[in-house]
């Protein structure tokens, strides 16, 4: 499943949203990060190596409430200290986070990797749309480069977006990119997440799964709580119907039906002569012409057009 | 050079018609020979370009946009020398279908292929091209989807008893040189038949280096590389005649994806009022015009449902010569509406063009649904009429439909 660590092999940018619901609630942080620490740590359980570009939050921040084993296999590439490159170089990444992102491309090319972008709000300040998309793309295109390749070396980016913080424009640009989509919200407490599966030349799929995440970071998966406040919103507007509000009759009653059938047509013939007259007989022609000529009819058997010199 | 050509195969098909119905050898209207200056043996070869054919209307050279149901639509075909922009769908499903029927229908012509895409790479591309469907296996294919609504042959037609024994279907394709083939998506095409052919590709990121610096020109790098490109292809293969010697003349067929998306390094789907918003446009219209000189065909998608300036999105749509757009019903509340349920989406015809002509060449049915069946996209008319559209419905699927 799409949510849990074992998701599907391609790349799956994560949308988290802190989210104010329609209804008049008091309005409830849903906040992404800690479902992106339970990938992160579902990813690090299966022997993967994780990599992880932190923008928004401090190192230690972090790697709070993972274990030992987890933060071993945790690469932290820290721009959060030093976002500008202020300090000495050497000691922060250099050139900012274009070249952060271009020094993971190249970094990860033994096994199957997971890259966790913390977040994509951040470098969607920091650089332009279009070259971050470019950036995006080229780093998850690095299972599908010449040569062979192996299905377990695939790279799986997962990026957190705060959805309030942008326009329809990079958003729309940005899950067109994702192959996978998870939007998170809730309700009475209970954080859901939406999520959206492309599969190349599928139709996408729609699914909502309830959740909560412990305190170590691993991830519950949960059934729908029953909704008995709300009014059900599973409750679907009656389908339409065509055929009502005609100014015509579209269907027959059974007299009607009757009286129907047993209507003879002008041209229908007995069931002989209409096989007669599609199956021609061996000798004729398939088709006559019968001819009876009027009174007014002039029956000159000369050919007119005979003295025409054509 | 298509205009040139136009009027002297129209003149010379009436003296042929002419001179083969007279009966007696003495007549004064003589078909025209060939021409027997080889420079500009213009007119006779231009007719017998492989995979084309003039216009009923006006002559103009067509060529098969690998659905007949939409050469149908557009009265006939693709002009040869003009742009089909096809404005993609939501989750970008049905969009790449078309793009790879058009590359189909010009390896199975036998024309020449030029690939440009900045997600995906052209071979692959072109590994996923559908199958062509050669004669018996295309009836096959459609007794398999009539068969569900199958008429016994000997059924009693109450008023229409004439045509009891008529048969359904017209007859399938018939071999390659006709215009206009059919596609089984589930099955792709053979290696064979990539080889044979010639194509070019342009995947962005192999083209594009590494430095991400801001260009001071108005078109962003990407467009221009690709406008280069293309200009390169056209010239050294000789599309716009400057090598007029070489070999028979060819059609090129360009084949653009995801035209605007922030992939090929275009913000126009990212902010609403963006530095480089003429930059799309440019493309558009200089792309146009190396179209107009040469002898191609341009297949462009675009995702126009990101484009936050509508503004851009009818300028887009007015440097265009064709424009359809496809809207599919995922995730809409139309994919509840029974009126749609058999259907996948919607498809408009936002634009044709008016090319050597007075009039628009516009198909009277303008709701169209289309549907994705297991191995082919039909398009078909929404309102199902009973005798108003008997006649286009039968020759749009092709007999897949249930006779109504």
């Not at chain 2, 590709?201 to 590389?225: Q, R």
């Not at chain 2, 059609?251 to 009022?273: A, H, K, V, Y």
Request: glycine share 8%; hydrophobic share 35%; net charge neutral.
């Amino acid at each position: 499943r799409a949510v849990s660590g074992r998701s599907p092999p391609p790349p799956a940018p994560t949308q988290g949203s802190p989210c104010g619901s329609a209804s008049s609630k008091d309005s409830v942080e849903w906040e992404g990060r800690s479902l992106l620490k339970a990938l992160v740590k579902k990813s690090a359980l299966c022997g993967e190596q994780v990599h992880v570009l932190g923008c928004e939050v401090s190192e230690e921040e972090f790697r709070e409430g993972f274990d030992s084993s987890i933060n071993n296999r945790l690469v932290y590439h820290d721009l959060f200290r030093d976002p500008l490159s202020w300090s000495k170089p050497g000691k922060a990444l250099p050139g900012g986070p274009l070249e952060a992102l271009r020094a993971l491309d190249k970094r990860t090319g033994s096994g199957p990797a997971t890259i966790a972008l913390d977040s994509l709000s951040w470098l969607l300040h920091h650089l332009p749309c279009p070259i971050l998309c470019q950036t995006l793309h080229a780093l998850s295109r690095q299972d599908s480069c010449p040569g062979d390749t192996l299905p377990g070396e695939q790279v799986r980016v997962l990026g957190l977006l705060h959805e309030e913080l942008h326009g329809p424009g990079p958003l729309g640009a940005l899950s067109s990119l994702a192959q996978t989509e998870v939007t998170l919200s809730g309700t009475m407490g209970q954080a859901s997440a939406h999520i959206l599966y492309r599969r190349p030349r599928q139709r996408p799929t729609l699914q909502t799964q309830w959740f909560s995440i412990l305190p170590d970071f691993s991830l519950e998966l949960q059934v729908e709580p029953l909704l008995e406040s709300q009014p059900p919103s599973d409750l679907h507007t009656p389908s339409v119907d065509p055929t009502t509000h005609l100014t015509f009759n579209l269907h027959l009653s059974k007299k009607e039906r009757e009286a129907k059938d047993s209507l003879t047509l002008p041209f229908q013939f007995s069931s002989e002569k209409q096989q007669a007259l599609l199956r021609p007989g061996l000798g004729q022609a398939t088709s006559h012409i019968f001819y009876e000529p009027d009174a007014y009819d002039d029956l000159d058997q000369e050919d007119p057009d005979d003295d025409l010199d054509v | 050079m298509a205009a040139a050509g136009t009027c002297g195969t129209g003149t010379r098909s009436t003296g042929s018609m002419v001179a083969a119905a007279s009966t007696n050898n003495v007549t004064s209207f003589q078909r025209r020979g060939p021409r027997a200056s080889g420079a500009d043996s213009g007119c006779s070869r231009l007719v017998s370009i492989a995979g084309t054919r003039p216009s009923v209307r006006n002559g103009q050279l067509l060529v098969s946009t690998g659905l007949p149901a939409l050469d149908q639509l557009l009265g006939g075909g693709l002009a040869v020398g003009t742009v089909l922009l096809i404005e993609e769908d939501k989750y970008n499903i049905y969009s790449p279908l078309l793009f790879k029927y058009f590359l189909a229908e010009g390896i199975v012509s036998g024309h020449a292929l030029l690939v440009a895409s900045a997600k995906e790479d052209p071979a692959d591309i072109l590994q996923k091209l559908p199958a062509p469907l050669i004669d018996d296996s295309y009836k096959k294919e459609c007794d398999e989807d009539v068969c569900s609504h199958k008429m016994e042959p000997d059924i009693k037609m109450k008023i229409a008893w004439r045509y009891q024994l008529l048969p359904k279907m017209e007859a399938g394709p018939v071999s390659s040189s006709r215009f206009g083939h059919y596609y089984d998506i589930s099955k792709r095409i053979p290696q064979e038949l990539i080889e044979t052919s010639k194509w070019h590709g342009f995947f962005l990121p192999e083209k594009i280096s590494s430095a991400f610096n801001v260009e001071s020109c108005s078109l962003t790098p990407g467009y221009m590389k690709l406008l280069q490109f293309i200009q390169n292809i056209i010239y050294k293969e000789g599309f716009d005649g400057s090598n007029p010697q070489k070999k028979q003349k060819n059609i090129l067929r360009i084949g653009i994806q995801n035209l605007g998306s922030p992939l090929w390094g275009d913000d126009i789907c990212c902010t609403e009022n963006c530095d480089t918003s003429h930059s799309l446009t440019k493309f558009l219209y200089i792309l146009r015009g190396l179209l107009r000189t040469s002898l191609s065909a341009c297949i462009i998608t675009m995702p126009t449902h990101l484009i936050q300036n509508k503004a851009v999105i009818a300028r887009v749509t007015n440097l265009s010569d064709t424009v359809v757009g496809l809207e599919s019903f995922i995730g809409s509340e139309k994919e509840t509406n029974p009126l749609y349920k058999d259907y996948h989406g919607l498809i408009h015809i936002r634009q044709i063009p008016r090319l050597n002509n007075l009039i628009y060449d516009i198909s009277d049915v303008k709701d169209l649904a289309f549907k994705l069946k297991k191995k082919l996209f039909t398009i078909e008319s929404l309102l199902r009429a009973p005798t108003l559209f008997l006649p286009q419905v039968v020759s749009f699927a092709r007999g897949c439909q249930r006779p109504s």
